[in-house]
């Protein structure tokens, strides 16, 4: 199995522009996690889906943030407009949840808002 | 408001040696916990976990104890080596909510 594959992997993009982060869990994960790592906060879980619905978005910071997981093996974080403040790593994590607690993370997305 | 918290950023351990990293929790509600270790430019790989009726866990190199009265975490590192050196984040699990701490940035020098 490939992991978790997120694109891409380094964004860079002014003020005010939309960004889309890309995920693909693994093959048969029932949950899919969002995080985001900075360096005060560590990672912080901004949303998470089970079947592809989102469960819990409370870690989601503002409106200008969404996620949708259209299905089982595509999930979208966006965010619109940018801001030079959400300028952090991005991963997305999946997991079996019936059998494992453990989630396997993808290589993360570097977004630099200027 | 950080429910983990890891106090050390960094810490340094000479090759051979024990490495001991620490984690703290609030929340009581905590049943499971977790140590990752994350390579510069990778995701965080999952190392070890404990269960919350448990108080110690090991699994070759790597031990991890639970403290449930001083909500406190430790991992144990023995021997030390070259290849531990990453950053190891602690989290906690209630029902499908983690929780992850800062990390601590462990260099293991030769």
């Known amino acids: 199995d490939a992991g978790v594959i997120q694109s891409p992997r380094h964004e860079v993009t002014e003020m005010g522009q939309e960004v889309t982060l890309r995920c693909k869990p693994i093959s048969g994960h029932d949950y899919l996690f969002w995080y985001r790592q900075t360096m005060m906060r560590g990672l912080e879980l901004l949303i998470y889906?089970?079947?592809?619905?989102?469960?819990?978005d409370s870690g989601m910071p503002e409106d200008r943030f969404s996620a949708k997981m259209p299905n089982a093996s595509f999930s979208t974080l966006k965010i619109q407009p940018s801001e030079p403040r959400d300028s952090a790593v991005y991963f997305c994590?999946?997991?079996?949840?019936?059998?494992?607690?453990?989630?396997?993370f993808g290589p993360g997305t570097r977004l630099t808002v200027t | 408001d950080q429910q983990v918290k890891q106090n050390s950023p960094s810490l340094s351990v000479q090759e051979g040696r024990i490495s001991i990293l620490n984690c703290d929790y609030t929340n009581s509600m905590f049943d499971y916990f977790l140590w990752y270790k994350k390579y510069p430019a990778e995701g965080p790989t999952f190392l070890i976990s404990?269960?919350?009726?448990?108080d110690k866990n090991e699994d070759g190199r790597f031990t991890v104890f639970l403290n449930k009265s001083a909500k406190h975490l430790s991992l144990h590192i023995v021997p030390s080596q070259p290849g531990d050196s990453a950053v190891y984040f602690c989290?906690?699990?209630?029902?499908?909510?983690?929780?992850f701490g800062t990390g601590t940035s462990l260099t293991v020098i030769p």
């Open positions: 889906f089970n079947n592809n619905v989102p469960i819990d």
């Open positions: 989290a906690a699990l209630t029902g499908n909510q983690f929780y």
């Open positions: 994590a999946s997991r079996y949840g019936p059998t494992s607690y453990e989630q396997y």
């Open positions: 404990i269960s919350s009726i448990k």
